[in-house]
């Protein structure tokens, strides 16, 4: 009998609002109403619809290649070719993971630091969480798969409830004079200071495509994957809107942009309802951390693993314990934490350049997706697609160029070029690496794109590029034979 499937409208977004919300956007949020004020939103609400684009883009790729398990790497494939496919994979999915696990695991220790071991160093703490975690993975236990959905109802719930709390001015706490400070358009340097802020808000949005690999299940796909992004992209908007305007009646917005101890959200919960606020937030911190880790623990070993076996990565990141766990990927990625937290990296450089350092690959593999869909586009042009969303171009036009400011202007000063610069690296290693893998090892055109067919019979990478040579063979044969 064939399994019934079991997710609705409701499900889907519950999916997309879960992945992407974490404590490190609570962090952001606080930074980016406390760095420009209340204009903040704008920049939040523009975003958004950047967001939207991405969505698009998405939605039209899973309609053209609704087979495939994966999504972003065999949608580079299709329409980039492997070099760009190998890159944004390892970029959105190892480098991205990495460094939010990074954040997340160091404010888990800073909240239980703050909360209850002040005398201990947070790192200490951190590492501990990162053991814990590793261990838990590597046996296969999916022991924190049931708090996801306990997460996401506990901080969407919290975040309204704090936030109606706080737009009300119905906390216990001070209430600070938000109109004496509020910086002018002028202040905040006009459209390029408002607009600058773009990275920040971006980051409160990001991941809304995790919704593609569980679209097989949906009730509705074919509805469901668009519009369950579209609507949870307006969930976060209205949530965090409220929530970031409370936070700028109970903290001063220097406080919040300069959070001494980098949890400007901790440090509203506690102006506003005082020790409740406290231990009621920092709760909630630590349980979406540990909702945040889990996935990019779990998600990131099985994406590594699913490379080795197709060919993106040298086969020994296939290998797995008895466990059927990754373990190449799982411990690469627990070394890579783990040398961030012991150089300090996260305190040093603080969480809010940690997410605007991934920020950077997450919005290249974005950019990436977009010219996929435009070339895919013409290549496919009798491909059914809903017509409305094609409008010229005009959403990935806008979305390329979007994401191409937000990169530029990720930050300000010698921050700005200390964050181009750790992406620029990494993107240039991974970029020789590709070339190497896809050039040297596999003997394979850098940008030969596969095609939607072969995709869509969901072979391995390796598989893919040598189906789609043997076509091109036979094709070549065939023209010699004619002629």
């Known amino acids: 009998m064939r399994e019934q499937k079991k997710l609705g409208?409701?499900?889907?977004?519950?999916?997309?609002v879960g992945l992407i919300v974490a404590t490190s956007c609570l962090v952001s949020l606080g930074t980016g109403m406390g760095s420009i004020g209340r204009w903040f939103i704008i920049p939040l609400f523009a975003v958004m619809f950047l967001n939207m684009f991405v969505a698009i883009s998405f939605s039209e790729l899973h309609s053209l290649m609704p087979?495939?398990?994966?999504?972003?790497?065999?949608?580079?494939?299709?329409?980039?070719?492997?070099?760009?496919?190998?890159?944004?994979?390892i970029a959105a999915y190892y480098v991205t993971m990495a460094l939010a696990a990074t954040g997340e695991i160091a404010m888990s220790g800073m909240v239980l630091s703050s909360l209850f071991f002040p005398s201990v160093d947070y790192r200490i703490i951190s590492i501990i969480i990162l053991i814990a975690f590793y261990i838990v993975n590597y046996f296969g236990l999916e022991a924190y798969s049931f708090v996801q959905n306990l997460v996401v109802i506990l901080l969407i719930g919290s975040m309204i409830i704090l936030g109606?709390?706080?737009?009300?001015?119905?906390?216990?706490?001070?209430?600070?004079d938000y109109a004496a400070t509020a910086p002018s358009f002028g202040d905040i340097g006009g459209m390029s200071g408002m607009f600058g802020m773009a990275a920040v808000a971006f980051w409160l949005y990001i991941g809304v495509e995790f919704v593609i690999p569980v679209a097989k299940d949906m009730k509705n796909p074919k509805r469901d994957v668009l519009l369950s992004m579209m609507l949870g992209l307006i969930l976060l908007f209205v949530v965090q809107a409220v929530l970031g305007w409370a936070m700028t009646n109970y903290v001063n917005l220097d406080t919040l942009a300069n959070d001494p101890d980098g949890m400007p959200h901790m440090t509203f919960a506690v102006n506003m309802l005082g020790n409740v606020g406290k231990y009621w937030m920092g709760l909630v911190t630590i349980l979406a951390a540990v909702s945040t880790m889990n996935t990019c623990f779990a998600s990131t070993s099985?994406?590594?693993?699913?490379?080795?076996?197709s060919?993106?990565?040298?086969?020994?990141?296939?290998?797995?314990?008895k466990h059927g766990t990754g373990v190449v990927g799982l411990s690469l990625m627990g070394i890579s934490i783990l040398i961030m937290l012991l150089t300090n990296f996260a305190a040093t450089n603080g969480i809010t350049f940690i997410v605007l350092a991934a920020s950077c690959f997450w919005l290249t593999t974005y950019c990436m997706i977009h010219i996929a869909t435009l070339r895919l586009r013409k290549k496919y042009p009798n491909h059914p697609r809903k017509k409305w969303l094609t409008l010229a171009g005009i959403p990935q036009i806008v979305g390329i160029l979007g994401n191409i400011y937000m990169i530029w202007n990720i930050e300000a000063g010698k921050t700005r070029f200390q964050i181009l610069a750790i992406f620029g690296v990494i993107f240039v290693v991974l970029t020789i690496y590709a070339f190497i893998w896809v050039c040297g090892v596999l003997k394979a055109k850098p940008f030969k794109a596969i095609s939607v067919e072969t995709i869509n019979k969901n072979l391995s990478f390796e598989e893919a590029v040598a189906e789609e040579a043997r076509l091109e063979a036979n094709k070549t044969a065939v023209g010699v034979s004619t002629k």
């Open 67 to 89: 087979n495939v398990n994966g999504g972003t790497g065999q949608y580079l494939l299709a329409g980039l070719g492997s070099v760009p496919s190998v890159v944004g994979n």
């Open 9 to 16: 409208l409701f499900s889907s977004i519950a999916v997309v």
């Open 311 to 321: 060919g993106m990565l040298p086969k020994f990141f296939s290998k797995t314990n």
């Open 164 to 176: 109606i709390l706080g737009v009300a001015k119905a906390g216990s706490g001070e209430v600070v």
């Open 302 to 309: 099985r994406i590594m693993q699913g490379m080795g076996e």
